[in-house]
């Protein structure tokens, strides 16, 4: 059974450098057409891809962002950690981390599976 | 950025009834799309990928089609529980990129 659950914190000040991570149960990211990658929905908006890391250590991310965030993993705690700095009162979201898998060589990869997301709120 | 656009915004339906939503992309994606369902305070689930492929668990009235710039997902005898925002999403090219979305009420 695969599981994925975020943790950090809920409330943030803006400039602040928010610190998500993802920790995930029932497959590894040394495997082969494995990846982990996040999105968000801010309240009443429609969803948003953040980032990737693939199990190669590929990193993706999206254009409008790529400047603020950052993924990183850590395969013996099965983790990922999301970092994004300068946070704004428009950054508050819901974050989902995913479980995403390869199903054709040299495309992008599709999210199978989620975790329950996280609200973070960024407010001064 | 490929950008993907969702048809209608609201969808109502009555039970049992076919419900179709469109999603279109910008430019041709062949047939790298998905399809999403969200409801309020739960995690996405992913419902089609492949354009027409289901992930596994979900039930057969759910069915997607379409290749090239044009898709549709359509949920045949709509139940309750269908109740959701629907978001269709490319997985042809980077950066990943959903649609707005549709929502699907029962009328």
């Known amino acids: 059974q695969i599981t994925l659950k975020e943790s950090g914190p809920t409330l943030m000040k803006p400039t602040q450098t928010l610190t998500l991570t993802c920790t995930f149960s029932?497959?590894?990211?040394?495997?082969?057409?494995?990846?982990v990658g996040w999105i968000r929905q801010p309240p009443g908006k429609a969803l948003e891809w953040l980032a990737l890391?693939?199990?190669?250590?590929?990193?993706r991310y999206s254009p409008s962002l790529r400047s603020r965030v950052t993924v990183a993993k850590d395969t013996s705690k099965n983790q990922v950690v999301l970092t994004m700095t300068h946070m704004d009162p428009l950054d508050t979201a819901t974050y989902y981390c995913?479980?995403?898998?390869?199903?054709?060589?040299?495309?992008?990869?599709?999210?199978?599976?989620w975790g329950q997301g996280m609200l973070v709120t960024v407010s001064s | 950025d490929i950008v993907t656009t969702q048809s209608p915004a609201i969808l109502s339906v009555s039970p049992g009834e076919s419900a179709t939503l469109s999603c279109r992309a910008s430019?041709?994606?062949?047939?790298?799309l998905a399809w999403f369902q969200k409801k309020p305070g739960q995690s996405p689930r992913l419902l089609i990928y492949?354009?027409?492929t289901r992930a596994t668990g979900v039930p057969a009235r759910f069915s997607g089609r379409g290749f090239g710039r044009e898709f549709t997902l359509t949920i045949s005898s709509l139940q309750s529980e269908d109740v959701a925002v629907y978001y269709c999403?490319?997985?042809?090219?980077?950066?990943?990129?959903f649609g707005g979305g549709t929502k699907v009420e029962i009328k």
């Open positions: 029932g497959f590894s990211l040394t495997n082969n057409g494995v990846g």
């Open positions: 995913g479980h995403y898998y390869y199903p054709t060589s040299g495309y992008p990869p599709v999210g199978l599976n």
């Open positions: 492949d354009a027409s």
């Open positions: 430019q041709s994606i062949a047939s790298k």
């Open positions: 890391i693939a199990w190669d250590d590929d990193k």
């Open positions: 999403q490319q997985h042809d090219n980077w950066p990943l990129t």
